[in-house]
């Protein structure tokens, strides 16, 4: 699985890192990424379909989500970000099936 962050300048690896552990994330499954270019950045919210709306208040509000990717780097499927637990439950489940 794949979180990733449109925020670059604020969430760099080890802020990343730091949160994938408070999650009990195991990153053999569930990897935190960024882009590393600003350039990237609208690139990516495209390909995601992640929308950015800027609160007026120097914050945001996103629509928000986990993705799973084959290991071809194929986009499989989104899940609410607050709803972990289906995302690793489908995971498990598929990967367990012939």
Do not use: Q
């Not at 495209?46 to 629509?63: E, R, W």
Request: glycine letters at 6%.
């Amino acid at each position: 699985m794949l979180t990733l962050s449109f925020d670059p300048f604020n969430d760099t690896p080890a802020v990343l890192a730091k949160h994938a552990r408070s999650l009990g994330a195991d990153a053999s499954l569930w990897r935190s990424s960024t882009v590393v270019s600003p350039f990237d950045l609208e690139p990516m919210l495209k390909l995601f379909d992640i929308v950015i709306i800027p609160d007026g208040l120097g914050g945001y509000s996103h629509n928000a989500a986990l993705f799973r990717i084959d290991e071809r780097g194929k986009l499989i499927k989104a899940y609410d970000v607050d709803r972990a637990d289906l995302a690793f439950a489908d995971y498990l489940y598929n990967k367990a099936a012939p």
